[in-house]
């Protein structure tokens, strides 16, 4: 019996939510992007694994367990400043990160109006020049569920974020 045993390899590491991982580079909430940091931390202490809850986009509900998608990441973990058509909203950015970093605690409803309210003004800025991009209309092609989602959160934006 012992010969038919195996062992298996002792993993540690650690349960998260993005949101906690926040930063000097954030606005106001953990971001995608303060996931490098932390994975290097991890690799330092020699934790193997991290676990994020889920990061699927939930609309105004704070529950990661409330998806509206099973695909679509939540725009609040977006680091506006690195989006390159960002460069213009410096300012709007900076707006929104002296609102929320000082708290300790985010206003979820609040931070995620206020990034998505800008990432609107974003596209809209840049719109022929998203829409000419061949990465991304390759990337929509193959992901055909994102106009689906995309027209249905666009509904729910008009209306005010109703269910």
């Known amino acids: 019996m012992k010969n038919a045993e195996k062992t298996l390899p002792t993993l540690t590491g650690t ?40 990061v699927n986009d939930t609309g105004t509900e704070s ?29 709007d950015i ?3 990160a002296k609102a929320h970093v000082a708290n300790k605690r985010f206003d979820y409803k609040k931070l995620r ?5 800008l990432l609107v003004k974003i596209f809209a800025a840049n719109k022929e020049q998203i829409l000419q991009d061949i990465k991304l209309a390759s990337w929509i092609k193959a992901n055909s569920w994102i106009i689906n989602y995309a027209v249905f959160m666009e509904k729910k934006r008009e209306n005010l974020e109703a269910s």
């Open 15 to 54: 349960a998260i939510p993005l949101s906690a991982l926040k930063t000097d580079e954030s606005c106001g909430c953990g971001e995608f992007l303060d996931l490098i940091p932390f994975a290097e931390f991890c690799k330092k202490c020699g934790l193997k694994l991290i676990q994020l809850l889920p």
């Open 63 to 91: 529950s990661p367990y409330s998806a509206l998608s099973a695909f679509a990441l939540n725009p609040l973990y977006v680091r506006l400043q690195a989006l390159p058509e960002a460069s213009a909203f410096a300012k």
């Open 94 to 96: 900076k707006k929104i």
């Open 113 to 117: 109006h206020d990034k998505i309210d």
